[in-house]
């Protein structure tokens, strides 16, 4: 479970192997084990669904699994974590960096063209496992005044990012 005042980074998308699942857990294993990392990782969709993917050997115990959530609860979750990471090694579209766009996160990405189409976003480039441990050093590291938190505990509320949130999507459906 998240403790509030845990930090975490967020997965959120599909779970198929164009979106590089493997790295993203060998990153927070290594990261964990040899860094004592402070940050938690957590995915959308169950533990079950990502152990069934090619290449997944091992989920750090420092995951949490959500399940499936609304719309409501994934923004209220995205609007809490220190960021967004994404390692899709393809995308069409890129809905998942829009909605982490909309809440001002950093955002942990591969190189990928379509991301750097969505105005806004705060990219952190990912090339390889070493450098996405250095990202979640930097963002552990951060002040709280930049992580963009909001204060919508527990549920998310109406407010201005949702009409921010929903102006981001609807440019770009």
């Known amino acids: 479970n998240i403790n ?15 979106k590089n699942i493997p790295q993203l857990f060998n990153i ?3 990261y964990n084990k040899s860094h004592g990392g402070k940050l938690k990782l957590v995915c ?6 990502y152990q ?3 290449g997944v050997t091992h989920i750090p115990d420092e995951v949490v699994f959500l399940g499936e959530i609304s719309n409501h609860e994934l923004m209220n979750h995205i609007s809490q974590s220190v960021g967004v990471i994404y390692l899709s090694e393809y995308e069409g579209f890129g809905r998942p960096i829009m909605e982490a766009t909309a809440f ?9 063209a379509v991301y750097k189409e969505i105005e806004g976003a705060l990219l952190i480039i990912i090339e390889d496992e070493k450098s996405g441990i250095i990202a979640l ?11 963009c938190e909001l204060d919508l505990k527990p549920k998310f509320i109406q407010t201005n ?3 921010t949130f929903t102006k ?6």
Not at 4 to 18: A, C, I, K, M, S
Not at 139 to 146: A, G, N, T
């Open 4 to 18: 509030e005042n845990q930090d975490f980074l967020l997965y959120f998308g599909g779970v198929d192997p164009r």
């Open 137 to 147: 050093l930097e963002l552990e590291s951060m002040p709280k005044s930049q992580k």
């Open 168 to 173: 981001i999507i609807e440019k770009y459906i």
């Open 161 to 163: 990012n949702e009409s």
């Open 44 to 49: 959308t969709k169950t533990k079950e669904s």
């Open 52 to 54: 069934q993917l090619k």
């Open 104 to 112: 001002g996160k950093p955002i942990l990405v591969k190189n990928l």
């Open 28 to 30: 927070f294993k290594t």
